[in-house]
C-alpha cells in the first residue's frame, strides 16, 4: 500500500493514544459515557439560509427583500404565529408538534468573518474571531474526559474536522465501520504494527505514525464488533445523511462508548437557484432526520439523544440577482431530542430593522451553546474546555 492511499483511508483520521491505555480501556467496564446522553452534530457545510428555514411569516421587511425568493405564507409550516418551517421540513414539524425541537435565533459571535473556511475555523474551535486555535471544542472535551475512552467521539466522513481535534485525544473519522475494519485487515497494518515500538519507552518522534495505526487498529476491531451487537432494522433513505444516521443509531443501540456523533451535510452556499439547491439539502435532512427519530423513540433512546444543527453563517436578509443569497452572519440553530426541557421558540425571531451592513445581528453568541451542550447534557468542565465562562442556556 503507497503511503498516499493510507492516508486517503478515513481510519488516519483518529486520536493518537498510546496503545497500551487504549487497549486497557477496551477491557475497562466502567470506561463508558458518564451518563449515557449522545450528542448528534449536524453541520450544514457552506452557509445555510437561515431566514428560508425558520420563516419570518409575519415580517413584511422579509418579503420587501426577498420578493422573488421569500417563502410564502401559506407554503411554510406554521410553527407559531410569526414563524413558520420550510415546507421541505415536514418531518422536523412533526417534532415540533410533539414537543422534541427548539430553535435559537441570531447565534453569532462578535466581529463576524463572512469566509468559509475562517468562519468554520472559529465554530470549530470555539475561539474568538480575532484568534487562531489548533484545537477544536469538542477536542477539548475528549482531552479534558475521555482520555483512555474507545470511540468517544465519531465523525462520518473520510476526514477529521477541526471541531474533534484536541491536542492530545482525537475523534475518529470513517465512513462505513465494515469498510474501516477492512482497510485496518490488510497486510500493511499488520507488518507495520508488528515492527513498532513495544513499550512506550521505545518511542520515538517517528513512531507517532504506528500509535496511530495502532489505535486505529483497536477502535476498527471495537466499533466493527459493537456494530453488529444490535443493528438498526429501520428503514433510512437511500442518501448520504441516511446512511450516516443510520450507522449512528445502530451504534445508539448497541450502546457504543460514543458520547459525540458527527455528520456533514451541504453545500448550502446558495448565490444562486437557491430554490431548488435548499430545497433539495433540506429534503435529505428532512428524511433523515425523521427516520432517526422514529428510529430511537421505537427503541426508547430518543430521550437520551440531542441533535444540534449550525452553519458557520447565515445569509445576507436581501436577495441577489441571481436568484440567490449572499453570505451573511448571525443564524439559527435546530435543537432536536426527547429530552428538551425547553421547546420551541427560545428567543425571538431576527429583528430585521436593526442590521448590520445588510446582516442579522447575532444576539446569542454561539459558544454560550456550548457552554450548554458542554456542561448541562454532556456534563463536562465548559470554562476549561472554552477558556472562558458562558452562562449556560435552560433548553436541556
Not at 355 to 364: A, C, M, R, Y
Request: proline share 5%; glycine share 8%; hydrophobic share 40%.
Amino acid at each position: 500500500m503507497l503511503r498516499r492511499d493510507f492516508l486517503k483511508s478515513g481510519s488516519l483520521a483518529t486520536a493518537a493514544l498510546w496503545m497500551p491505555g487504549f487497549l486497557k480501556s477496551l477491557e475497562t467496564p466502567g470506561a463508558v459515557s458518564v451518563n449515557g446522553r449522545k450528542l448528534v452534530i449536524i453541520q450544514l457545510s457552506g452557509g445555510n439560509d437561515g431566514l428560508n428555514t425558520i420563516i419570518p411569516v409575519r415580517n413584511d421587511i422579509y418579503y420587501k427583500e426577498r420578493p422573488r425568493l421569500g417563502i410564502k405564507r401559506e407554503q411554510a409550516l406554521s410553527l407559531t404565529d410569526e414563524a413558520g418551517i420550510h415546507p421541505a421540513l415536514s418531518g422536523l414539524k412533526s417534532l415540533w408538534d410533539d414537543g422534541s425541537m427548539a430553535i435559537l435565533n441570531s447565534v453569532g459571535y462578535p466581529n463576524p468573518d463572512r469566509s468559509h473556511f475562517r468562519s468554520m475555523d472559529i465554530w470549530h474551535s470555539g475561539s474568538p474571531a480575532d484568534a487562531y486555535w489548533q484545537t477544536g471544542w469538542l477536542g477539548r472535551y475528549l482531552d479534558a474526559h475521555c482520555a483512555g475512552r474507545p470511540a468517544a467521539a465519531l465523525e462520518l466522513d473520510d476526514t477529521l474536522s477541526l471541531a474533534l481535534k484536541g491536542e492530545n485525544t482525537k475523534g475518529l473519522a470513517f465512513q462505513d465501520v465494515k469498510r474501516l475494519y477492512e482497510s485496518t485487515r490488510s497486510a500493511y497494518f499488520a507488518d507495520y504494527v508488528a515492527a513498532g515500538p513495544k513499550s512506550p519507552n521505545d518511542e520515538k518522534p517517528v513512531d507517532y505514525l504506528y500509535k496511530t495505526m495502532a489505535e486505529t487498529l483497536s477502535s476498527a476491531d471495537y466499533l466493527f464488533e459493537q456494530s453488529k451487537k444490535q443493528p438498526t432494522q429501520a428503514a433510512y433513505p437511500p442518501t448520504g445523511l441516511g446512511r450516516d444516521l443510520k450507522t449512528i443509531a445502530s451504534l445508539i443501540l448497541a450502546d457504543t462508548n460514543t458520547s459525540v456523533y458527527y455528520a456533514s451535510l451541504g453545500s448550502f452556499d446558495t448565490h444562486i437557484n437557491q430554490d431548488g439547491q435548499q430545497k433539495r439539502l433540506f429534503e435529505e435532512l428532512n428524511g433523515a432526520m425523521a427516520a432517526f427519530a422514529a428510529d430511537m423513540k421505537a427503541n426508547g433512546k430518543w430521550q437520551e439523544v440531542l441533535v444540534v444543527t449550525f452553519s458557520e453563517f447565515g445569509r445576507r436578509v436581501a436577495q441577489n440577482a441571481s436568484g440567490g443569497t449572499d453570505h451573511g452572519t448571525a443564524n439559527n440553530m435546530m435543537l432536536l431530542g426527547g429530552g428538551l426541557k425547553q421547546e420551541g421558540l427560545l428567543n425571538p425571531m431576527p429583528d430585521l430593522v436593526d442590521l448590520e451592513e445588510g446582516d442579522v445581528k447575532f444576539v446569542v453568541d454561539f459558544r454560550q451553546v456550548y457552554a450548554t451542550l458542554l456542561q448541562r447534557w454532556l456534563e463536562a468542565d465548559a470554562q476549561k474546555i472554552l477558556n472562558t465562562s458562558f452562562q449556560p442556556l435552560l433548553f436541556v
